[in-house]
């Protein structure tokens, strides 16, 4: 069944990144048009999502909107991947005074409640989509730091890591071609776990009105929004958290899907 | 074990001590004055009143000596008093920390409720129907906001079931009436942790299953029940608990959207206003709380592990 | 089928919600929902419009606001002025503080003292500092002087910030941000804090007969949809809701009744007069032109707000703003009258904004979309309402939303925000023009005299433009069909709780 289903989840990361690409182009409606008497307009005719409060087509949103999300949780997924498997690697491999300094570094982060984390970044630095990518990276980092710490470990005690250190070896080397394929696999699904996060993160941010500002649209921000609206124009509320969800199923997916691939043990 | 526990807990005071520095320089380092924002917009002050006032707040001093003074009164157990409200840190945390406490417990048993059964049927009839639909059913737990199921849930209850959500009442007041007021936040919690929860209650059991004293166990006759209740279960639920651990330490401080939404006066919301209100005191004495809390939770979730860890492999 | 353990949970887990919590204090109770907890209920001293909720329940005033905008006596009798600089007040006899003392001129005397001393930092210093002299010729005769006439001293007076406390309570505890001294309906029985306070009725509450309800509690529900869950499962027998979705919810649900009344507070677009380009009038003013006040009010709140100008709508001093010719949208003028100050193509500039509480983001959106048309292109800086708050006091921003407390009484909210000297003058505006009107406006007794300087001075200010006055919003209360005998006043205060009652 894996391997039946993660190519699906290929195709939707796929789709959901020409989307967010295309979007400028795909859109029917500039995202910032106000139709105030086409206000809370339930789906169909001219809009295919409906409208928002100003008029605004959802639809249009809901495609744009996809590139803060998405650029939200590649980047800042991005951001944990690099710190995170630097710090980790480099203290399971090399140990000593680094091990402990940058893994209590580490614990000290993740220590922290996430969401109090995020919230008190954003706070320091003001809210725009840097700072987001900044703020959720962080946050992330100390998972990545954790696994790629204990992959460096096992295989650092590893026979031929000796051997190739007496062929003369540099550590760059047996790190790059060593070590780094034999984290790829727990990284990977840590990577697809915290896109998820990434997005739902983004999402609680902005229901504190620490996330994406309007009039910019993001799903996060749409989805709290939304929310007032539940009742009277589900509408607003649904598509983008639909749109969460496939993207994130899509993550999982095509995660599962390479974890299976890469993991020997499960073959 | 002693030494493991003494190293263990002497590693502690390093990170907390961490905790509390970041807290304390992050805080202040969001703009705005916490002595303007006390006062609002309504009221005008003299710069004679301001230095007052400033002084009164504790803030006037530079940063390193406030550093120093708090960091001094924290070792005598002094968190010190709110900004804002002039109430003892301590007693405000004390006050919610029950709350904080008894829907993260709920959550995780509403969460365990879910994940353990379905975890189970889901690795004994492996890629059949009921796997892949429990799979489905987890993807969905884990994409969906907790803040939006919990939004949906009132929706759900308080219009179509005319069921309301509780007030909050202490446990020692009112068990039952605590049970009704934390009933839906936790399963709005429950169900994205369960979602976690089953896939490692999963893999872990596959794991499990495939090993040789598994078969050893079914090849002396024992009955499929009693070699998953007996062998199987205990052993793949040793990673659970280390993610379970995790978890305590998130929903200690990450529920804030969720009590905003169910009116809880828990941790996270007093740590929400006073980062918004810049209550110095109260965030560091907060962050300072569930830090701690955080980190002894996961200290006894590694003893667990220590402990059961060789029983088992003798059983 | 075999009953097996695990069915007992799941009964017990599906039938948990609906069990019957142990029952509520004896009497009737009622319960309010409120979305802000307080900090302290010191009515000389607290600035947030949720802390005079709880205060209209605990303190009493001179006089009032009675549900039609007049004033009348609440713990005054009867007044009098013989002379313009001089007022007398009456006071009721017999009436007890919550401690049982009872209430006379001293302690009002020691009120008004406390507010006017500027070491307390009360707001509403400014309502009645032109007071010179308190006289207390007998227990139940307060005699004030004031340095010059104050048409709104009643009004002042009338304020949750006048609120009269006892003094030898106060020279007992210091402050009271956590004990009640006060004459009010209710006293205060339990606080916890963010989640309810519990107030229960005043034996000797003065006015015979009320209130009608033996325990009042107040729950605090920060979410606006929340809240209407509350309403419409009966937790709560009423709710203040001012987010407009959930207003026109509320008013689609049978058994739910939804009371609306013009409010009195004003939602303005604020300039920074001193920075350019509004340092000139003319764009300020150009501004009005561009937008469209009856969108706003249709996008931004639903609809539940009236059209406003510098003089809350609601109140018989306002000059209908029909009549302002810069409330008619006309974009091509404001466009002229752009490209006359020097900017024919528009210009870049910002609008200060918060997502929470009074910020206005809404409003800010759709005012961003309608710059446009005239090429101002506005980028909103929306911050959190803390940075919000110091960008105010700093005066740190091009053009901000705000959201400003108005009164029945064009002067106390004129005066203080518009003059030169205003303390809440935020706009560093300084118009010698306008200072005088209101000068004159304020000393003046007569409301026929006062009447055409207050028209004159809402023309000039809308002209003068230091903000663009948009709408007043409309107060909502939210009830259950079966609470009778509650008025809403207009200006968010709930002391006519006092009068209703529940017939289940």
Redesign the interface.
């Known amino acids: 069944m894996r391997n039946r289903v993660a190519p699906i989840g290929l195709v939707i990361i796929v789709a959901s990144l020409a989307t967010a690409l295309l979007a400028p182009r795909l859109v029917p409606y500039d995202v910032r048009a106000m139709a105030p008497q086409a206000s809370l307009a339930p789906p169909g005719g001219q809009h295919l999502f409906g409208t928002d409060e100003f008029g605004r087509d959802v639809f249009s949103r809901v495609l744009v909107g996809s590139r803060v999300s998405l650029v939200v949780a590649f980047f800042s997924v991005a951001t944990a991947v690099g710190l995170g498997t630097t710090v980790g690697l480099t203290a399971g491999y090399y140990g000593g005074w680094w091990d402990g300094v940058s893994m209590r570094g580490m614990d000290i982060i993740f220590a922290f409640p996430a969401i109090l984390l995020a919230i008190a970044i954003m706070a320091v630095l003001g809210t725009s989509l840097l700072n987001l990518v900044i703020a959720i990276g962080i946050v992330y980092t100390p998972q990545f730091a954790r696994v790629a710490r204990a992959a460096a470990l096992t295989v650092r005690s590893l026979e031929f890591v000796d051997a190739a250190r007496a062929l003369g070896l540099g550590n760059a080397r047996i790190i790059g071609r060593h070590l780094i394929p034999n984290i790829l696999a727990p990284v990977i699904v840590q990577v697809s776990l915290s896109l998820s996060l990434a997005i739902l993160s983004e999402s609680a941010l902005s229901f504190l009105g620490l996330g994406t500002q309007p009039p910019t649209p993001s799903w996060g921000n749409m989805l709290s929004e939304g929310r007032q609206f539940l009742e009277l124009a589900p509408w607003n509320a649904v598509f983008p958290g639909l749109a969460i969800m496939l993207v994130v199923l899509g993550f999982n997916l095509l995660g599962d899907g390479l974890r299976d691939l890469l993991d020997p043990r499960l073959r | 074990m002693q030494r493991y526990l003494a190293t263990r807990l002497l ?1 502690l005071i ?2 907390l001590l ?2 509390l520095t ?2 304390f320089v ?2 202040r ?5 916490a002595v ?2 006390f ?8 710069p004679e ?1 301001m230095v007052e006032l400033r002084r009164f707040f504790g803030v006037d001093k530079p940063m390193h000596a406030q550093y120093v003074d708090y960091l001094s009164r924290i070792v005598r157990g002094d968190l010190g008093v709110s900004l ?4 003892l840190v301590l007693d ?1 945390i004390l ?2 920390l029950p709350l904080s406490f008894q829907l993260a417990t709920l959550a995780l048993v509403v969460a365990m ?1 879910i994940a353990v059964p379905l975890g189970i049927a889901s690795a004994v009839t492996r ?1 059949s129907a009921l ?2 639909l429990a799979r489905i059913g987890g ?2 737990g ?4 907790s ?2 199921l919990g ?2 849930l ?2 759900v ?3 179509y079931l ?8 202490p446990l020692t007041q ?1 068990p ?2 605590t ?2 007021s934390l ?2 936040p936790s399963l709005a919690l429950g169900a994205a942790i369960a979602a976690i929860l089953m896939r490692y209650v999963r893999s872990s059991l596959l794991e499990v299953l495939g090993q040789d004293y598994i078969r050893t166990a079914r090849g002396k006759g024992l009955r499929a029940a009693a070699v998953m209740l007996r062998h199987a279960l205990p052993n793949a639920m040793i990673p659970v608990i280390t993610v379970l651990g995790f978890q305590m ?2 929903l ?3 529920t ?2 969720i009590e ?4 809880l ?1 828990g941790m ?5 206003q006073a ?4 209550d110095y005191p109260v965030v560091q004495g907060v ?1 300072l709380v ?2 701690l809390l ?2 002894v939770t996961n200290l006894v979730v590694d003893l667990l592990y220590a402990w059961i860890d060789p029983r088992i492999r003798y059983a | 089928m075999r009953v097996r353990w695990w069915m007992w949970l799941v009964v017990m887990a599906l039938v948990l919600p609906v069990l019957p919590v142990r029952a509520g204090p004896a009497g009737t109770t009622f319960t309010i929902g409120v979305d802000q907890e307080v900090v302290g209920l010191d009515p000389n001293l607290v600035t947030a419009f949720s802390s005079f909720r709880r205060i209209d329940f605990l303190y009493n005033k001179l006089v009032r606001y009675n549900d039609r905008l007049l004033i009348e006596g609440d713990l005054a009798e009867s007044w009098e002025f013989p002379d313009p600089r001089t007022a007398v007040f009456r006071l009721r006899r017999g009436v007890k503080f919550h401690s049982g003392a009872e209430m006379t001129s001293d302690d009002v005397k020691f009120t008004l003292e406390r507010v006017l001393d500027p070491a307390t930092r009360s707001p509403g210093r400014s309502f009645v500092d032109v007071i010179t002299s308190i006289e207390t010729p007998d227990r139940y005769t307060v005699r004030l002087k004031m340095q010059f006439p104050l048409a709104s001293l009643l009004s002042g007076l009338a304020s949750a910030n006048l609120s009269i406390v006892e003094k030898a309570a106060v020279q007992r505890s210091g402050n009271l941000q956590r004990t009640v001294a006060g004459t009010g309906p209710f006293m205060l029985a339990e606080w916890v804090p963010d989640n309810f306070m519990r107030l229960v009725k005043n034996p000797n509450y003065f006015r015979q007969g009320l209130p009608k309800f033996d325990t009042l509690i107040l729950r605090v529900i920060p979410d606006q949809a929340s809240l209407l869950a509350g309403v419409r499962t009966r937790a709560l027998d009423m709710a203040t809701i001012n987010q407009g979705a959930v207003i026109t919810q509320a008013r689609r649900e049978s058994g739910i009744v939804v009371m609306q009344k013009a409010g009195l507070n004003l939602r303005i677009f604020a300039f920074n007069t001193t920075r350019p380009p509004y340092t000139d009038a003319r764009v300020r003013y150009a501004f009005s032109f561009a937008i469209d006040r009856n969108v706003i009010v249709n996008t931004a709140e639903f609809g539940y707000a009236a059209v406003s100008g510098p003089v809350p709508a609601s109140t018989p001093w306002a000059t209908p703003a029909g009549r302002f010719t810069s409330y008619t949208q006309n974009v091509a003028r404001a466009r002229q009258m752009l490209s006359e100050a020097g900017y024919p193509n528009g210009f870049a500039t910002r609008i200060v904004t918060s997502p929470t509480y009074e910020g206005g983001i809404a409003v800010a959106q759709v005012i961003q979309e309608q710059l446009r048309a005239i090429g101002v292109n506005a980028t909103l800086e929306t911050i959190e309402w803390g940075t919000y708050i110091n960008r105010w006091v700093a005066r740190d921003f091009d053009t901000m939303i705000e959201l400003r407390g108005g009164d029945p009484d064009p002067d106390r909210f004129l005066y203080r925000t518009f003059h030169s000297t205003g303390a809440v003058n935020n706009f560093l505006f300084k118009d010698g023009g306008i200072d005088r009107l209101l000068e004159r406006g304020r000393v003046n007794l007569e409301t026929d005299a006062r009447r055409p300087i207050y028209d004159e001075l809402q023309r000039a200010l809308i002209e003068a433009a230091p903000a663009l006055f948009l709408y007043t919003p409309m107060e909502t209360q939210v009830l259950q069909g079966y609470v009778r005998g509650f008025k809403i006043i207009g200006n968010g205060a709930l002391y006519f709780l006092e009068e209703a009652s529940v017939e289940r």
């Open positions: 590693a390093p990170v961490g905790i970041v807290v992050l805080i380092l969001i703009p705005g004055d303007q924002l006062l609002g917009t309504q009221v005008e002050l003299t009143q804002r409200t002039s109430r405000d006050q919610r409720l890629n796997d892949v993807l969905l884990l994409s969906m906001p803040f939006w939004a949906m009132i929706l209850f308080s219009r005319h069921i309301s959500i509780g007030q909050y009442v009112n039952l009436g049970l009704q009933y839906l330490g998130y200690l401080g990450g804030v959207v905003e939404i169910f009116a006066p996270g919301r007093l740590v929400l980062i918004f209100q810049r962050v569930i830090a955080f980190v």
